[in-house]
């Protein structure tokens, strides 16, 4: 019985790491659509073509984001324990949480503004 628990416990442990290693897998792969913006339960979708709307997380700890035809470069740092994304740009940053990830949609919660705001993307395959 305990050989039992010991091995149920041991792959539990392996399958949380297995999940949060994955996260940054999953972030780092491809280019990420901006869907909407939700506020107060609202989902608000992000006007533009989706060639003028995305985000690329780089490996090295670099992002691109392209905002409405604008691209914007900064740093970006992914935090295990809290699944944050902290985007830096200049002096700017915002921590971002991660709600939701998988290899189709990654949803974002973060506050702005005092506001409290979720972001939606969708996996572009390319």
């Not at 290693?21 to 491809?30: A, P, V």
Request: charged fraction near 25%; proline fraction near 2%.
């Amino acid at each position: 019985m305990k050989k039992l628990l010991l091995l149920l416990t041991f792959f539990i442990l392996i399958s949380a790491t297995a999940k949060k290693n994955s996260d940054l897998e999953l972030i780092c792969f491809g280019k990420w659509s901006m869907e909407y913006v939700e506020s107060s339960e609202q989902q608000i979708p992000i006007p533009g073509d989706v060639d003028e709307n995305w985000m690329i997380f780089h490996k090295n700890g670099k992002h691109e984001v392209m905002s409405l035809g604008e691209i914007h470069f900064g740093k970006w740092v992914y935090t295990k324990d809290d699944r944050t994304i902290r985007l830096s740009e200049e002096e700017n940053y915002i921590n971002q949480k991660i709600e939701l990830i998988n290899n189709q949609k990654l949803i974002l919660s973060f506050t702005a503004d005092g506001d409290f705001l979720k972001l939606g993307l969708k996996k572009l395959h390319q």
